[in-house]
T-cell receptor
Framework: GNSVTQMEGPVTLSEEAFLTINCTYT??????LFWYVQYPGEGLQLLLK?????DKGSNKGFEATYRKETTSFHLEKGSVQVSDSAVYFC?????????????FGKGTKLTVNP | GAGVSQTPSNKVTEKGKYVELRCDPISGHTALYWYRQSLGQGPEFLIY????????DSGLPNDRFFAVRPEGSVSTLKIQRTERGDSAVYLC????????????FGPGTRLTVL
């Protein structure tokens, strides 16, 4: 079945450091890809998405490019802030049966220190 | 309401008891999803409703789990004869009609089975 593998955490960075969180997927067909973020004490929020190969999703300084050839959707940010501390989940949308249910990775906890 | 709401926010029960978890989706959203998130894991799909019908219940772990959405809005997830392994955060998400649309998540119900 479809699956998502993302970089194990936790990740600890200093403010203004460069961030990469790796995500690879296994899927039949052409899924949409997502990054969700869960800030402390809050619910899951969509951070960015890409719906087809070579699409780049971007939001709040974060970017990820849908790479079909490497089945990857790595999350990057050039300069992290303390407020970026959260758990990040990579996910794909499984369109089998028309549900578009999400298949998530295990999550990567990011802590940014001042 | 502005977003997806779930009640209760926390539920503690004893092994063998019956519980109901409620989800109020965003008004007008026809698609509704239930996910379960165990500690340190990403959310896992349970069931998907399109309108009143359960279009995909492939994620329900066994027949102790059941969900309804009788009027195509509010949904209730029902768990019979709870087990300690059912302890998790149960998340609800809703989505408007159309592909690639964002799933909006509620804050979740934390279920603890003693």
């Amino acid at each position: 079945g479809n699956s998502v593998t993302q970089m194990e955490g936790p990740v600890t960075l200093s403010e203004e450091a460069f961030l990469t969180i790796n995500c690879t997927y296994t899927a039949t067909g052409y899924p949409s890809l997502f990054w969700y973020v869960q800030y402390p004490g809050e619910g899951l929020q969509l951070l960015l998405k890409a719906t087809k190969a070579d699409d780049k999703g971007s939001n709040k300084g974060f970017e990820a490019t849908y790479r079909k050839e490497t089945t990857s959707f790595h999350l990057e940010k050039g300069s992290v802030q303390v407020s970026d501390s959260a758990v990040y989940f990579c996910a794909l949308s499984d369109g089998q049966g028309g549900s578009e249910k999400l298949v998530f990775g295990k999550g990567t906890k990011l802590t940014v220190n001042p | 309401g502005a977003g997806v709401s779930q009640t209760p926010s926390n539920k503690v029960t004893e092994k063998g008891k019956y519980v109901e978890l409620r989800c109020d989706p965003i008004s007008g959203h026809t698609a509704l999803y239930w996910y379960r998130q165990s500690l340190g894991q990403g959310p896992e799909f349970l069931i998907y409703f399109q309108g009143t019908g359960a279009a995909d219940d492939s994620g329900l772990p066994n027949d102790r789990f059941f969900a309804v959405r009788p009027e195509g809005s509010v949904s209730t997830l029902k768990i019979q004869r709870t087990e300690r392994g059912d302890s998790a955060v149960y998340l609800c998400a809703s989505k408007s009609e159309g592909s690639y649309n964002e799933q909006f998540f509620g804050p979740g119900t934390r279920l603890t089975v003693l």
